[in-house]
C-alpha cells in the first residue's frame, strides 16, 4: 500500500495506473475508519482495478464552535486497517496541500438549494465546504467511480449534483449505512459516546423505524408522525434538530398521493454530540 502527502507524487501514481488501463475508484473519507468507511472501501475494490482511500479532516466543512479541533485524528491505527484491507493508495494531505491559499481565501463551490436545507440550515457553510474538498480529490484522483456512505444522505445529493452540473467525468456510487447492533448509525462521531449515551442513541433508529411502519400504515399525516417523533426523542433527552419526512430524489416537501419513494431524516444532540441518520421508506 502506498501512503503518499502530497499531489505530485499522488498524480504521478495515478497517471501511472491510467496509463496501464486500470480504473481507479476513491473512497474520500476524514479518516477515524469504521465498519461503513470498510463497506466503501469493499465496493470499490469490486468496482475498480485500483482503490484510493483518502484521508483529510477538512476545516473549512466545520462551522465555528463546531468540533475541527476535537475530531479525532487515527492515522496509525487507520493505515493498519487500510493495509489490512488492502487498499492500494492513501493519500492523507496536510492543510497546506489541498488549502495552498489558507483557508479563509480559497476559491469555494456552492451548490445551489439542496446546501440551504435541513443539515445546511444548522450547519450553514458546511455543504460548501464538503463540495469544495471533494471537488479537489476529484480533479486530482481522477477517479472513474467515488463512493460516499448513505448515512450523509443530503452530502451525497449534493456531490451528485455538483458532478452533474460541472460534468465531471466521475460515477458517484453509494452505500447503505452499516448500523451497530442496537440499530445505531455508525460514525466517526460515536466516539465521543459514552456506554450511557450509546445506548440512548439507539433511539434515534427506533423513532425512524416507527415513523417508517406509520408512514407505511397510513397511521397519521406526515406533519403528525414528524411532530410525534420529535416528542418521543425529546422525551428521551435528545435535543432534535430536524425530523423531517422528504422526497428521496430531492429532499423536497412530499406532493401528498404523489411522491412514492421517500425518506425520513433526523439530525439530533445528545449531549455535546450531534448525530444524524436516515431511513429510505417506499410507500
Ligand atoms: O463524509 C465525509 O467523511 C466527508 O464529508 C468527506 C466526503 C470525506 C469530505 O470531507
Known amino acids: ?32 475508519l469504521h465498519l461503513g468507511h470498510l463497506s466503501l472501501i469493499e465496493g470499490a475494490k469490486d468496482q475498480a482495478d485500483r482503490t484510493v482511500v ?46 495552498p491559499a489558507g483557508i479563509e481565501a480559497d476559491t469555494r463551490i ?13 450547519r450553514p457553510g458546511h455543504f460548501s465546504g464538503v463540495a469544495t474538498v471533494v471537488m479537489k480529490l476529484l480533479i486530482n484522483v481522477q477517479p472513474d467511480y467515488a463512493f460516499f456512505g448513505e448515512k450523509d444522505y443530503q452530502q451525497t445529493l449534493v456531490i451528485r449534483r455538483m458532478v452533474s452540473d460541472l460534468l465531471l467525468p466521475v460515477k458517484v456510487l453509494t452505500l447503505p449505512i452499516i448500523r451497530e447492533e442496537n440499530g445505531l448509525a455508525m460514525s466517526s462521531r460515536n466516539s465521543y459516546l ?46 432534535v434538530e430536524y425530523f423531517s419526512i422528504r422526497r428521496r430524489q430531492d429532499l423536497k416537501l412530499v406532493n401528498d398521493g404523489v411522491d412514492k419513494s421517500l425518506i425520513i431524516l433526523v439530525a439530533a444532540w445528545i449531549g455535546d454530540t450531534r448525530l444524524i441518520d436516515n431511513l429510505q421508506v417506499d410507500i
Not at 438549494?113 to 445546511?120: A, F, T, V, W, Y
Not at 425512524?208 to 420529535?230: N, P, Y
Open 1 to 32: 500500500m502506498e501512503i503518499i502527502f502530497d499531489l505530485k507524487g499522488l498524480r504521478g501514481a495515478v497517471s501511472g495506473w491510467k496509463n496501464q488501463g486500470n480504473s481507479i475508484a476513491l473512497v474520500p473519507t476524514m479518516g477515524n
Open 110 to 122: 456552492t451548490v445551489p438549494d439542496i446546501s440551504d436545507i435541513l443539515c445546511g440550515e444548522f
Open 194 to 239: 459514552n456506554e450511557s449515551q450509546k445506548q440512548l442513541s439507539s433511539g434515534i433508529y427506533k423513532a425512524i423505524e416507527k415513523a417508517a411502519t406509520m408512514l407505511r400504515t397510513g397511521a397519521d399525516s406526515f406533519d403528525g408522525i414528524e411532530k410525534s417523533s420529535v416528542d418521543w426523542l425529546e422525551e428521551l433527552g435528545f435535543k
Open 54 to 99: 483518502s484521508i483529510f479532516v477538512n476545516p473549512i466543512q466545520f462551522g465555528h464552535g463546531e468540533d475541527y479541533e476535537l475530531y479525532p485524528s487515527t492515522l496509525e491505527q487507520d493505515l493498519d486497517i487500510l493495509r489490512d484491507a488492502n487498499v492500494d493508495l492513501v493519500f492523507a494531505p496536510n492543510l497546506d496541500e489541498l488549502y
